[in-house]
């Protein structure tokens, strides 16, 4: 396989998993958005720079996530390795249960794919099953490829993912805290089997919650239970499951982000205000974390050759 480019813009949206009940297999991506810029260069050096999240704290050489991915995807589609420099603007809080580990894998696969000479020789399911390699569930990722509300499974062939409808009027919130959770804690604290009751009443969830995304908002609440992870990850998530109660107690569809600790709340537009008024009242609950409200990516990841004319 040759290389048909030598710099490549990426653009890659967070995404929200779980939503839920749908642990590992829902995710919807936000309107927050790293951005890449990647260019060959003639020697062999990679040369990383990071702005926005992440600067000063992830590597800038050849153990960034973004370049194992890359080049993991140039090395399995035999595409010759090359000298690297990217730049890295990153909006995506890290450790926060909006997928920046996701969306940094997905924009070194596309990043990859965006060099090839003949792009079309990796498919959407072929970046989704690279990217769930690295991630090991495929629910951040499907939304980071494809946007909008994605439902993620496995097959004997691999990861698979189909787009859900979700109503327009649907606004999500996030509550994004300081402190950072690494997503490898919270699923250790996950116990191996749970019971035959709470594996039904999550069945029964996530399957009313594609029918509350796409037409039904007022059952968002009823459809965003969930008894299979949220519950267990409290003791490492304190203030964030604290939140979830008091916001759910209001009758809002708060659930946990991803791994957490940020809270995603999704309510209709109308009650957006009564939402806002609601956080403004919890004061102590909410104290120094960002609300944040980016819409719905409707696109996924995005990459761009960047030629001499453009
Ligand atoms: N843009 C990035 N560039 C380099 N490394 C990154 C980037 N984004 C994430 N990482 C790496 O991934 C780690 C965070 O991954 P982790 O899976 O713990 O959380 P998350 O992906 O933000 O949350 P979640 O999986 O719950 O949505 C960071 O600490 C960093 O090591
Ligand atoms: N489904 C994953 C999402 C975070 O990567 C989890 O909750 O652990």
């Known amino acids: 396989m040759q290389l048909g480019a030598d710099h490549v813009i990426v653009r890659v949206p967070a995404t929200s998993a779980n939503l839920g009940p749908g642990f590992d297999a829902l995710g919807l991506a936000l309107s927050l958005h790293d951005e890449l810029e990647v260019r060959l260069v003639a020697s062999d050096d990679v040369v990383v720079d990071v702005h926005g999240e992440g600067a000063g ?108 409808e979700v109503d327009p009027s649907i606004v999500a919130t996030v509550l994004v805290p300081d402190a950072r959770l690494a997503t490898s804690r919270a699923r250790a604290v996950l116990p191996a089997t749970v019971p035959h009751a709470d594996a039904a ?16 908002p007022e059952l968002l609440l009823d459809a965003t239970e969930d008894r299979l992870h949220q519950s267990y990850r409290a003791g490492v998530m304190a203030a964030s499951a604290e939140l979830l109660r008091a916001l759910r107690a209001e009758g809002f569809a708060a659930t946990i982000s991803g791994a957490g600790p940020t809270v995603l709340v999704l309510t209709p537009d109308d009650a957006v205000a009564d939402l806002d008024a609601t956080l403004a009242g919890l004061v102590d609950g909410v104290a120094g974390w960002r609300a944040l409200r980016p819409g719905v990516d409707p696109h996924g990841a995005r990459a761009r050759r960047v030629t001499a004319s453009s």
Not at 81 to 109: E, W
Not at 136 to 158: K, R
């Open 57 to 164: 704290q992830v590597p800038t050489n050849e153990d960034h996530l973004v370049v194992r991915a890359l080049r993991h995807t140039l090395d399995l589609l035999g595409a010759p390795q090359t000298g690297l420099r990217m730049t890295c603007a990153n909006a995506i809080p890290h450790g926060r249960g909006l997928g920046s580990s996701a969306a940094a894998v997905v924009a070194g696969v596309v990043a990859a794919r965006a060099l090839l000479a003949d792009p079309r020789s990796l498919d959407s399911r072929a970046v989704l099953s690279i990217a769930t390699e690295f991630e090991g569930h495929p629910d951040n990722a499907a939304p980071a490829i494809l946007g909008g509300a994605t439902a993620a499974w496995s097959d004997d062939d691999g990861p698979r993912a189909v787009g859900l």
């Open 201 to 216: 009443f999550n069945a029964g969830r996530s399957a009313l919650l594609v029918e509350a995304l796409a037409r039904r």
